[in-house]
Structures are given as C-alpha cells and as structure tokens.
C-alpha cells in the first residue's frame, strides 16, 4: 500500500516541482487538477490503506487491552475521512473552480489531528506487542527527541537499608546485569524524599513555580557502580508518565498516597505501590553506618532492553557531601511487598537534609548478547 501510495503521488509532486511552473495559464489550470487527484486520490487512498493495514497488523501482534480498542475505533475513523477526502477530490477537481474544496480541507484537518492520536496509539500497541506495556512502546517512539537537563532540589532523603541474601533478589535482574555482593549479601535500599522545583533546567528560578512531588526509589546496587531500579512511586501523576516517556531508567508509577512528613527530628513515610510504612528519627548521637558512602555514591541507573539489544545507564548527579548525612534509629518500618526479602535482615537508616538533583540523560554502555531476555 506504501507503495501505490508513494509512485503516483511522488510522481506528481516531481512533475509539479520541474514542469509546471513554465505551463502557460491555461496549461497549468489543467495540470493543477490532475496533480490534486494523483497526490489527494490516489496517493491519499494508498496512504489510507496503509494506515489501516498498519494498525490491523499491529492490533493481530498485541495482546487485547483497551488501548488496542481505542486505536481500532479512532483508526476506524481516520481511516474514513481520508477515503472520503480522498474520494471528494476527485469530484470537486471536475466542477468549476473547485466547488466545494472547503469541504476537503475540513476534512484533512480533523483526519490529520487524529492522525496524531492514532500515532501515539499505534506505538503504544505496537510496544504491547513487543513485551512492553503501552508508555513502554510510546517511549519507543519518543527516543530520537533530544534529553532536556532536568534538576531539582530534593529534601530529607530517608535511606531505608537492608544487606540481603543476593539468591532474594536476583529475578528482578534482567539479563546481563549482575549485583553486586559481599559474601552472599546485596545492597537494597529505598530513598524517600521531597522535591522541590523539579523540572527542566534552562528554566532556571522559575523551576520553583513547578510542582514539588514526593517520590519513592526502591534499588538494588549492581556492578560496575551502578544500580538497578526495581520500584520508582511519585506523587504526580503528570511527573510519573513524564518519566516514562523520556526515561529507560526510571520504571515510575503514580501513587497518590505517598506520605513524606517531617516533625522535628522525627520523618515518616508511606506509600502504596508497593506498600511501604516507615519511620525514622534523626540521632546525632549515633554513629554513622559504615556502608553509608557505598550507598549513597552510586546513582548511574542502569537498565537492559532485551528488545533494542542494548545496556542503558542513565547518568544522574547527586553530589552528595558524607559529613552532612545524618544518622538515623529506624523505629518502624513495614512492608507486605518486603516481607519475603528482608526477612531475618537488619534496618539501618540515615537521613540527607537536603542535595540538588541534576539528570542528563542516556546512554549506551553495552550489547546485550542474543537470545539475552529478562526472562533468561
């Protein structure tokens, strides 16, 4: 269909482009009519058929959900107008002076609008029908843009600590990434905080006006200095899809009951998805953990993408100064989701009062060797 859409169109258009402009008047009036039927009738009744045969290939490839629905029915639509606009062309080129054109246009205004539904839709099925979820193969379709530096200054970072048996832990690893362990035991933490003017860079002071969500990091340390995001919560439902689409990294989800809140020396947070219950209190008066700079020195995320074959890591600056890390007596601490993990492991904590938080992005840092699968 691409290609009967492409000859009699791109053939018009050539001759339109070396030809046409030295017709006389006359000449051109007539050439004009046939150069709306090639490019708007059949190119554009080609181009229609394309699009429904992509969307139908892509909705047999993908599993049923009510995205592959929705891209069937406004697909369905689109589709329509395009033929009818298609069709309308070729009458209205045969009436004098066009007759009715306006109609043509209307129509090629809602159908392209839609068109841009339809892509988003389309790439998200399309995402479905590779193994990813819909934001998944949306982010597919985002990944040419350009990554926009993006900062903010978070507050009262809790770290939530446990040294795990590594065997726990290991399926939540895709392929080939390995933890990093000391005698059998790995490294998970949970980092809870506050931002505070999260948003684009360039902005500068009016990144402040910018909503200032609560969100929840849940890693594993991996080698090679980097970690591994197992759960990422954020309060803003805006802020999480937006990690989504222009972030391999950050597996973020929305929950809207996130609790972050400090009263003196005391902080307590809460969250749903997955279920976390916690409280810690500042203690000056306790030594610092020994593995607090191993813990809070890593922050390379780090992700493998069994579809494009690929090791990404996502370059986030958290600078972080040791003297100013407080220790903290966990006094409570709960989690259904946990429970199986950290049994028999000893919570320590420690509190960042506050650090500035800066992402610059992704890269490519490896090959994923074939037949490498998250499931392997």
């Known amino acids: 269909?691409?290609?009967?859409?492409?000859?009699?169109?791109?053939?018009?258009?050539?001759?339109?482009?070396?030809?046409?402009?030295t017709l006389a008047l006359e000449a051109y009036a007539a050439r004009e009519a046939w150069f709306l039927v090639m490019t708007g009738t059949c190119g554009g009744?080609?181009?229609?058929?394309?699009l429904a045969f992509w969307v139908l290939c892509a909705a047999a490839a993908a599993p049923?959900?009510?995205?592959?629905?929705?891209?069937?029915?406004?697909?369905?639509i689109d589709t329509t107008l395009f033929i009818v606009a298609g069709i309308d062309i070729w009458r209205v080129t045969r009436l004098p002076g066009y007759s009715g054109f306006e109609v043509v246009e209307i129509l090629n205004m809602v159908a392209f609008l839609l068109l841009l539904m339809v892509n988003v839709l389309l790439a998200g099925v399309l995402g479905q029908a590779a193994g990813r979820d819909f934001l998944g193969g949306?982010?597919?379709?985002?990944?040419?843009?350009?990554?926009?530096?993006?900062?903010?200054?978070?507050?009262?970072?809790?770290?939530?600590?446990?040294?795990?048996?590594?065997?726990?832990?290991?399926?939540?690893?895709p392929s080939p990434l390995?933890?990093?362990?000391?005698?059998?035991?790995?490294?998970?933490?949970?980092?809870?905080?506050?931002?505070?003017?999260f948003g684009w860079a360039f902005l500068g002071p009016l990144r402040r006006l910018l909503p200032g969500p609560i969100q929840s990091n849940?890693?594993?340390y991996c080698e090679g200095d980097s970690i591994y995001f197992i759960h990422t919560s954020i309060s803003s439902p805006m802020v999480a899809v937006g990690a989504r689409l222009f972030s391999d990294g950050l597996p973020a989800v929305w929950d809207a009951r996130l609790v972050h809140l400090r009263h003196g020396d005391r902080i307590s947070v809460a969250a749903s998805r997955p279920d976390l219950d916690a409280t810690v209190v500042e203690d000056l008066g306790l030594k610092l953990h020994p593995d607090a700079k191993y813990l809070i020195e890593r922050n390379g995320a780090i992700d493998s993408d069994p579809i494009w074959g690929i090791v990404r890591l996502s370059t986030i600056d958290?600078?972080?100064?040791?003297d100013s890390v407080r220790p903290a007596r966990v006094t409570h601490v709960a989690s259904g989701a946990l429970d199986a993990i950290v049994k028999g492991c000893s919570c320590f904590a420690f509190v960042v009062p506050q650090v500035r938080f800066t992402a610059h992005g992704e890269q490519t840092v490896n090959r994923v060797p074939p037949g490498n699968s998250p499931d392997a």
């Open 1 to 21: 269909m691409t290609i009967c859409a492409v000859i009699p169109e791109q053939w018009a258009e050539a001759y339109a482009v070396v030809w046409m402009p």
């Open 64 to 76: 049923s959900s009510r995205w592959k629905i929705a891209l069937l029915a406004i697909a369905a």
């Open 318 to 322: 958290i600078p972080i100064d040791l």
């Open 178 to 197: 390995v933890l990093d362990q000391r005698n059998g035991m790995t490294a998970l933490s949970i980092l809870h905080y506050r931002h505070e003017g």
């Open 218 to 220: 849940w890693r594993l």
């Open 45 to 50: 009744l080609a181009y229609a058929g394309m």
């Open 138 to 173: 949306v982010r597919d379709m985002l990944r040419p843009l350009p990554f926009l530096l993006i900062r903010s200054d978070i507050t009262d970072v809790v770290y939530l600590n446990w040294w795990v048996p590594t065997q726990r832990v290991r399926h939540f690893l």
